[in-house]
C-alpha cells in the first residue's frame, strides 16, 4: 500500500480533529476573557468600574423613582479588558468564560446585563443608603464581630460618630 493511502485510511479511522462547534460542545481555553456578570449583592456602588471602563460600557444611575441604583453594563460595547473585575473591591463584577457573544443588530439594546441595587435606611437616621456589602466589611476589617456588623446598618456619617465613641 502506499504511504498516501495508509495516511488516508488512518485519517478516515481517526475521525475528524476539529471539534464539532456551533453543532456540539466546544472546549473554553482557561482565562478567557468573555461575557461579564455582575452581583448586585455584592456590589458597593463605589462606582470604580465605571470609572476604569476602557469602553465607557457600565453605568451606575438612580432610578427615577429614587428607590435605588440601576447597574447597566452593555455587552456590545464591553471591549472584554478586564479592568473592572481588576479594580472592583468586592469581585461583584467579573468577566465569565461565555464566549456566546453574537447577537442581531436590533438586539444591541437589549444585549445588557442588569442590576439593582435597592437602597435601605440607616438603622439610626433612617437616610437612605447603599447597603453595605459584607464583603466589603470582611475587606476592611479581616474578623467581622458583632460590634463591626452594626456599622452595615449606619449611613457613612453615623458609621464615623459610631466610630470616634
Ligand atoms: S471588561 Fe473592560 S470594557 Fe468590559 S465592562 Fe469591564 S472595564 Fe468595561
Ligand atoms: S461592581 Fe464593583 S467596582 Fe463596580 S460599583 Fe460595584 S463594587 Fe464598585
Known amino acids: 500500500m502506499s504511504s498516501f493511502l495508509k ?8 475521525g475528524p480533529s476539529t471539534d ?12 478567557l476573557r468573555g461575557k461579564i456578570k455582575y452581583n448586585a449583592k ?7 468600574c465605571e470609572h476604569v ?5 457600565i453605568q451606575i444611575k438612580e432610578t427615577a423613582d429614587k428607590s435605588g441604583l440601576e447597574f447597566i453594563v452593555w455587552h ?24 456566546h457573544t453574537a447577537h442581531s443588530q436590533e438586539d ?16 439610626r437616621c433612617a ?13 476592611a476589617y479581616g474578623q467581622v464581630n458583632k460590634d463591626i456588623e452594626k456599622l452595615r446598618h449606619l449611613c457613612p456619617k453615623c458609621r464615623q460618630k459610631q466610630s470616634l465613641r
Open 76 to 99: 456590545n460595547t464591553c471591549a472584554f479588558c478586564g479592568l473592572c473585575e481588576h479594580y472592583c473591591p468586592t469581585k461583584a463584577i467579573r468577566l465569565t468564560e461565555d464566549f
Open 20 to 31: 464539532p462547534y456551533p453543532f456540539g460542545e466546544t472546549f473554553v481555553p482557561k482565562g
Open 7 to 14: 495516511i488516508a485510511l488512518r485519517n478516515l479511522l481517526k
Open 108 to 123: 444591541k439594546y437589549r444585549y445588557v446585563e442588569r442590576g439593582f441595587i435597592k437602597y435601605v435606611t440607616c438603622a
Open 127 to 139: 437616610t437612605p443608603m447603599v447597603p453595605i456589602a459584607p464583603e466589603l466589611m470582611t475587606l
Open 42 to 48: 455584592a456590589c458597593i456602588a463605589c462606582g470604580m
Open 53 to 57: 471602563c476602557a469602553g465607557g460600557a
